[in-house]
């Protein structure tokens, strides 16, 4: 009896705040505002943070998870006559080093890219990534067949000229065939496509790279084997796309391609571990065994996908404290109009209050009437400010390209704190409205 009572009168002043809702609208509205975008900037920025985060993770998969990652540093020629008597840079001399050096590694695999001359490709030569591959590559890069069969230790060992090549070098350069068993030419040698890559993004941001290798990112080295400058792309390697890219034997390239280089022999190491927790473990041991072989030559660069997380992390963690902040101000100033719209409220509706306490209702009574109302109006604006929120992160994606996902928790917790600025805000003046003196009230002071 006194649940149903209860939930009666509770009804009964919802219908009452939402009245005073459509008694004043456009006031109503404006008190909105502050709280509609407060929440509604906490949804959009945490959507599209979440949807960051999400594709960070989805690439450092994509890229192996549990693999550490060892690229060529560029040098310039002033550079490489002073260290090239200490270090002939990245090469398979590392390679032996690590696997007989390090615990606990499951896999080593390097790759070198080639810069295609000519092709009968139906593709312009530079847009064709040519990589020198080793056979663990595969598995240490996360790549997976579409079709066909990978580089196994027979291809290697005999130097066959065979390719593995990307999804979409297959779609442009086979338009409605089947790539398997075709000839291409690269350079001036042949090779049978024996296998074709799944269509899955490479594209693992490394956004961390260093200020000098950024800036050097672009320029030209010499390369000692055959004094040809070819450019280098340190800081990209793992950024590049292996949809265009076409995979040979690392034996087959050098045989029929491009004779070892003297200095950066290779362009990337890759070491698998068992655990992507690992990489950080193994990232400075790799920074010792290498700083060691290299004569203490940075001429390298390590990158560990569990740190580039926790760096974006990071980032992601400054960047929303900043977002709560901006969010809390609004919604402060939301709490403040919140506050000033009851209070004009009860000054409009003393003569009622009076009215009410004179036929018997409680102070608790005024004051939960009151308290209800402010409540509402958050719980409204907590609403539309969801909505808002949610429509302005997917314009932002649809428009800005960039990705988006529903951060549920944030919302929750935005539209939580929406409710508490009602109940902060509005705990004062229905305390006031309870406490009019009744006979005051009637007389209309």
Not at 71 to 86: F, G, K, W
Request: hydrophobic residues 45%; aromatic residues 6%; proline residues 3%.
């Amino acid at each position: 009896m006194s649940s149903s009572l209860f939930s009666g009168q509770t009804l009964t002043l919802l219908r009452r705040s939402f009245v005073q809702f459509y008694s004043n609208p456009l006031r109503t509205l404006l008190t909105l505002l502050g709280v509609v975008f407060g929440v509604g900037a906490v949804v959009a920025m945490m959507s599209i943070g979440e949807g960051a985060q999400r594709q960070i993770l989805e690439r450092i998969e994509a890229m192996g998870a549990t693999s550490v990652h060892i690229e060529s540093r560029p040098v310039t020629d002033a550079e490489l006559t002073s260290i090239i008597n200490d270090t002939v840079g990245l090469s398979r001399d590392d390679v032996r080093a690590i696997e007989h050096t390090l615990p606990n590694i499951k896999s080593v695999g390097y790759r070198v890219k080639h810069t295609l001359g000519v092709t009968d490709i139906s593709m312009p030569a530079h847009e064709v990534q040519v990589y020198g591959v080793s056979e663990s590559i595969f598995k240490a890069h996360a790549l997976k067949l579409k079709e066909g069969d990978t580089l196994h230790h027979l291809h290697h060992r005999q130097g066959q000229r065979v390719a593995v090549i990307g999804s979409r070098l297959a779609q442009n350069a086979f338009p409605g065939q089947n790539p398997l068993g075709k000839v291409i030419r690269l350079d001036y040698s042949y090779f049978t496509i024996i296998g074709v890559l799944e269509d899955r993004g490479m594209n693992a941001v490394k956004d961390e790279a260093t200020d000098e290798t950024k800036n050097k990112k672009n320029k030209k080295s010499k390369s000692l084997s055959g004094n040809e400058e070819e450019e280098q792309d340190s800081g990209s390697s793992i950024t590049k796309d292996y949809q265009d890219a076409i995979l040979l034997p690392f034996s087959t390239l050098e045989a029929e391609l491009a004779p070892a280089r003297t200095y950066h022999e290779l362009d990337m190491i890759s070491v698998e571990v068992n655990t992507t927790a690992e990489t950080l473990e193994a990232k400075n041991q790799l920074m010792l065994l290498l700083s060691k072989l290299h004569g203490e030559h940075q001429d390298f660069e390590i990158i560990a996908p569990e740190e580039l997380l926790r760096q974006r992390q990071e980032t992601q963690s400054v960047f929303n404290a900043v977002l709560i902040a901006i969010a809390a101000i609004s919604l402060l100033v939301g709490g403040i109009g919140v506050m000033n719209i009851m209070l004009a409220n009860i000054m409009e509706r003393v003569s009622e209050i009076g009215l009410r306490r004179a036929i018997g209702a409680k102070k608790s009574d005024i004051r939960n009437q009151f308290l209800l109302e402010s409540i509402s109006i958050c719980f409204v604006g907590g609403v539309l400010g969801v909505l808002l929120g949610l429509l302005a992160s997917f314009l932002v994606s649809y428009f800005g390209d960039l990705p988006m996902a529903f951060a549920w928790e944030s919302t929750a917790l935005a539209f939580g704190i929406s409710l508490l600025v009602g109940v902060t805000f509005g705990l004062m003046p229905a305390v006031r409205a309870a406490n009019i003196d009744p006979i005051d009230a009637l007389r209309g002071e």
